[in-house]
């Protein structure tokens, strides 16, 4: 009888509910307009919300709470929002390591408890000793929003410098600890960037910015520099060793040997390809070793002078090479590991032995080789997922691994070289059953009839009516590679009984530097059409419908979601563009924006503007098109795809769009771009996205 009247009292509040939702109207906050226009090659283009780019203006401070009001005001009408949040919790409650790392007769980790808002370093004197805390970012601040944002141990494993970002930005400070004693050494460097901490004696590397004049989370970067910092001086006195007074727009990254005989400097001016630098730390000379921007070189270390070096050279799926340091004319150059057909991802040196990784259909392979790139076995790995983060070191046959899949925890692995012994070395106890799921890879056809590898995550089982709630993800630039990897968030999606999709679209590096050109530029309309062609087939095969599909990506990624809305806004329900790039004809005016114009193409060329100004989201709006239910997140720190790109995007959509669909904006305080960002602050926006979802598609979640 009571669960009867249970039952009874909560389809009562269900229908309340959804009669509610039915009648919401929606008051959105008046967006001022201004009129400015720009013109380019003769086509003149209204920005009429162009004063929302001056982040530090009371005005826009007003427009951003009023909008969060608002799109708080409905979230909290959702029922069941708490339960979602709760389960969330609970799932996320677990303990996480990451891969140990040795360094100067040390090593080292991260851990986190389960629900601590930033992972703590770790250090043990061996693997056998008690671990000890060596550095807990959760005593940083009060919220969890000041993160570790990079770390170096000194090669003989008396110094940590580590640098932090403030709520989410991508600036740095960074500080040095000894690791001995625990004590915090003076040391304190600011306007940091876009930088390694290279040690080198008693004191290290690092690549910064001269102090911004004006809102330092909007205004460009601008001529960084690599400098040498003392231990125990003032940053004034730092000794810059590098920088091009002619070239503004250009960054500078450093790596060192383990001998410090050889530091390396990285010169880029986009985010794809470098130029390589080698600096003599003994004859203080410095040596370039590539001329131009149209290929990727990592050095791994040296070995008798030699430098092995990752590169796609003349090899879009990568290889590695032999560069001696003194007859490094390209002619000269050794193949170790020749390009083949699978992309090589990574590679380590250790045990001496080179481990390597390798992406095949979008998923990892591992192989061992010896010096000379003689293959001597392969890693069996548990299944079909991604080999995360490698460590070793050349003295010892030991290795560390980490991998993980969509239904597979981060699990760390002990790997013996010698013996090919893989034994578990940290399992983390999950809360979740992941046997009880299927992941399937499938090829669909785009537009043009490439087929892109698309994984599919569901219950085993699961009947396939056409109408499951479904996630699909995805990207498709920077030559990034999405491949399976475990996140809790999405677990809220299997478990009522929905489905997660993960589709690998051209301009990502699944299959090499070939695979990303096809995808940026004045190709980019191929990743559109490969995510429209990803929903399609998820409709076509009946795992869902236009009325239960939901869509999501971030940066680019937003990018993506907020152009394919605007060419095909009837098949998705719901689409959520996070921190995404929106204005295509002037992101490059804002911080590290300009590096992206190798991807993009720029305004300022009257072939690139036409084809940014075809398919930009703020630009392609329409008045005439019914919208998905659209939930837009950013943060007031994001200094790398900056607010106003989703500000002006959502006052625009907001303006012309006359459906019955909300299409809101979430915007994070105290937070950036998504690195760091605190565990609580991650459950709470999860717990948002996911009621908005499902009370858009009318689904109840954990209702079985």
Request: proline fraction near 5%; aromatic fraction near 12%; charge should be negative.
């Given at each position: 009888m009571m669960k009867f009247r249970y039952f009874l009292l909560f389809a009562i509040i269900m229908v309340m509910a959804t009669a509610c939702k039915e009648k919401q109207t929606f008051k959105y906050p008046e967006t001022r307009k201004?009129?400015?226009?720009?013109?380019?090659?003769?086509?003149q283009v209204a920005d009429p919300y162009r004063w929302l780019e001056d982040d530090t203006s009371e005005e826009t401070a007003q427009w951003v709470e009023a909008q969060n009001q608002v799109t708080f005001e409905y979230l909290d009408v959702i029922p069941f929002r708490d339960n979602i949040k709760n389960r969330l919790t609970e799932l996320w409650n677990y303990p996480k390591s990451s891969t140990p790392f040795r360094e100067g007769g040390r090593y080292f980790?991260?851990?986190n408890d389960g629900l601590q808002n930033q992972s703590v370093l770790y250090v043990q004197e061996d693997l056998q000793a008690e671990p000890k805390v060596l550095l807990?970012?959760?005593?940083?601040?009060?919220?969890?929003?000041?993160?570790?944002?990079?770390?170096?141990?000194?090669?003989?494993?008396?110094?940590?410098?580590?640098?932090?970002?403030?709520?989410?930005?991508?600036?740095?400070?960074?500080?040095?600890?000894?690791?001995e004693t625990g004590e915090p050494l003076k040391d304190h460097l600011k306007w940091s960037k876009f930088s390694n901490i290279s040690w080198y004696k008693d004191g290290f590397f690092y690549s910064r910015y001269d102090e911004p004049e004006g809102s330092e989370f909007s205004k460009k970067n601008t001529y960084h520099k690599v400098y040498y910092h003392k231990l125990g001086t003032d940053q004034s006195e730092d000794q810059l060793l590098f920088d091009n007074a002619n070239e503004p727009l250009r960054n500078y990254s450093t790596d060192i040997t383990d001998d410090e005989k050889y530091l390396f400097i990285y010169e880029t001016e986009s985010t794809s390809g470098n130029n390589l630098y080698v600096h003599n730390l003994q004859t203080k000379v410095t040596t370039q070793l590539t001329t131009n921007f149209n290929y990727e070189y990592r050095v791994l270390d040296h070995i008798d002078d030699n430098l092995i070096v990752l590169t796609n050279y003349k090899a879009p799926k990568y290889k590695l090479v032999k560069i001696n340091v003194r007859s490094h004319e390209i002619g000269n150059w050794v193949d170790i590991l020749p390009e083949q057909k699978d992309v090589l991802s990574s590679c380590e040196l250790a045990g001496d032995k080179l481990v390597a990784t390798y992406m095949t259909d979008a998923h990892s392979a591992m192989k061992v080789f010896d010096l000379e790139g003689n293959l001597l076995h392969d890693v069996e790995l548990p299944t079909l997922g991604?080999?995360?983060?490698?460590?070793?070191?050349?003295?010892?046959?030991?290795?560390?691994?980490?991998?993980?899949?969509?239904?597979?925890?981060?699990?760390?692995?002990?790997?013996?070289?010698?013996?090919?012994?893989?034994?578990?070395?940290?399992?983390?106890?999950?809360?979740?059953?992941?046997?009880?799921?299927?992941?399937?890879?499938?090829?669909?056809?785009?537009?043009?009839?490439?087929?892109?590898?698309?994984?599919?995550?569901?219950?085993?089982?699961?009947?396939?009516?056409?109408?499951?709630?479904?996630l699909l993800y995805g990207y498709g630039g920077f030559n990034v590679s999405l491949m399976p990897r475990f996140s809790v968030g999405r677990l809220i999606w299997l478990e009522n009984n929905g489905v997660f999709v993960l589709a690998n679209l051209r301009g990502g590096g699944e299959y090499g530097e070939n695979w990303h050109r096809q995808g940026m530029k004045l190709n980019k309309q191929n990743v559109f059409d490969d995510f429209i062609a990803a929903g399609e087939y998820l409709v076509d095969n009946n795992y869902t419908s236009s009325?239960?599909?939901?869509?999501?990506?971030?940066?680019?990624?937003?990018?993506?979601?907020?152009?394919?809305?605007?060419?095909?806004?009837?098949?998705?329900?719901?689409?959520?563009?996070?921190?995404g790039v929106m204005d295509m004809l002037r992101y490059q005016n804002f911080t590290i924006g300009w590096a992206?114009?190798?991807?993009?193409?720029?305004?300022?060329?009257?072939?690139?503007?036409?084809?940014?100004?075809?398919?930009?989201?703020?630009?392609?709006?329409?008045?005439?098109?019914?919208?998905?239910?659209?939930?837009?997140?950013?943060?007031?720190?994001?200094?790398?795809?900056?607010?106003?790109?989703?500000?002006?995007?959502?006052?625009?959509?907001?303006?012309?769009?006359?459906?019955?669909?909300?299409?809101?904006?979430?915007?994070?305080?105290?937070?950036?771009?998504g690195a760091g960002k605190p565990t609580s602050i991650r459950i709470q926006e999860l717990a948002d996205l996911w009621s908005f979802a499902f009370y858009n598609m009318d689904v109840e979640p954990y209702t079985e």
């Open positions: 201004v009129d400015t226009v720009d013109t380019y090659f003769g086509q980790f991260f851990k807990d970012p959760n005593t940083l601040s009060e919220d969890g929003t000041v993160a570790l944002a990079g770390l170096a141990v000194s090669h003989n494993g008396k110094y940590l410098a580590y640098a932090i970002s403030r709520g989410g930005s991508d600036w740095r400070e960074i500080f040095v600890k000894n690791i991604t080999v995360g983060s490698v460590s070793g070191k050349m003295d010892s046959q030991d290795i560390f691994y980490s991998f993980s899949s969509f239904t597979v925890p981060n699990t760390v692995y002990k790997y013996n070289l010698e013996t090919q012994q893989s034994d578990v070395y940290f399992k983390p106890d999950v809360p979740f059953d992941g046997d009880k799921y299927v992941t399937r890879q499938v090829f669909y056809k785009s537009k043009d009839g490439t087929e892109i590898p698309m994984f599919i995550v569901h219950k085993k089982g699961l009947e396939l009516d056409g109408e499951r709630p479904t009325e239960r599909l939901a869509i999501r990506g971030g940066s680019n990624g937003g990018l993506l979601v907020g152009a394919v809305i605007n060419q095909r806004p009837d098949l998705f329900q719901v689409a959520f563009p996070a921190v992206w114009v190798n991807e993009y193409g720029s305004s300022a060329d009257s072939v690139h503007f036409e084809n940014l100004y075809h398919y930009s989201p703020l630009h392609n709006i329409r008045d005439d098109a019914e919208y998905p239910a659209v939930l837009v997140t950013t943060a007031d720190h994001d200094d790398r795809v900056v607010p106003a790109h989703s500000f002006k995007y959502i006052a625009t959509l907001q303006e012309k769009y006359q459906g019955e669909h909300p299409v809101m904006i979430r915007i994070q305080t105290k937070a950036g771009h």
